[in-house]
């Protein structure tokens, strides 16, 4: 089983509206959660981290569920801006690594 | 404060040839990382340095090499490049208090 599992889309959401995914992960006992966006060409940069209570940052909310092993992301009031991959990442327990996401595909459409 | 930096940032090679990518940061993290992307792959670990002196394979080593030179660069180097590494590659690093990771622009590698 892959450590981290994406849907890759593309999802296609029309500008104004929200978006939605998730994604999972194998290592139960994993502890740090991270969402990056990744422009066409570019670098990752981180988008946020993700907590146990979920947090939000402006139009973006990222949720973790410890149980079913999984971590989601929302963008609310899509802008054209937001296009870009959006990477769930994954630290890899008892290594210092992190292990990442395929990504999901966002296109938002005027 | 420059973050993470790479260079070059496009290169082409023969087959066979070898060449020596070169990645620093100026954040003062302990640990660096060498990747590799390919389309439909997602990101994969070549090799990481968790501290000054130390080096350890990931994912995806062969064919590659590194040098943690200090605590500011990590070099990756290909001593005869295949067209399999065909790639972009990035570079990042992080710091003791967290795991989350900066990364550098990258560079794209032609290898014909």
């Given amino acids: ?110 | 404060n420059a973050g993470v930096t790479q260079t070059p940032k496009f290169q082409v090679l023969k087959t066979g040839q070898s060449m020596t990518l070169q990645c620093a940061q100026d954040m003062n993290h302990n640990s660096m990382y060498w990747y590799r992307q390919d389309p439909g792959m997602g990101l994969r670990l070549i090799y990481y340095s968790a501290s000054e002196g130390t080096t350890d394979k990931g994912e995806v080593p062969n064919g590659y090499n590194v040098s943690r030179l200090n605590k500011r660069e990590f070099s990756l180097r290909l001593e005869s490049a295949a067209p399999s590494q065909t790639s972009v590659y990035f570079c990042a690093s992080r710091g003791q208090a967290t795991y989350e990771q900066y990364f550098g622009p990258g560079t794209r590698l032609t290898v014909t």
């Fill in chain 1, 1 to 110: 089983r892959k450590e981290v599992e994406q849907d890759p889309g593309p999802f296609n959401v029309p500008e104004g509206a929200t978006v939605a995914f998730n994604c999972t992960y194998s290592n139960s006992a994993s502890q740090s959660f991270f969402w990056y966006r990744q422009d066409c060409r570019k670098e990752p940069k981180l988008l946020m981290s993700v907590y146990s209570s979920g947090n939000e940052d402006g139009r973006f909310t990222a949720q973790l569920n410890r149980a079913s092993q999984y971590i989601s992301l929302l963008i609310r009031d899509s802008k054209l801006s937001d296009s870009a991959t959006y990477l769930c990442v994954v630290n890899v327990y008892g290594n210092n690594r992190l292990a990442f996401g395929k990504g999901n595909q966002v296109v938002v459409i005027p």
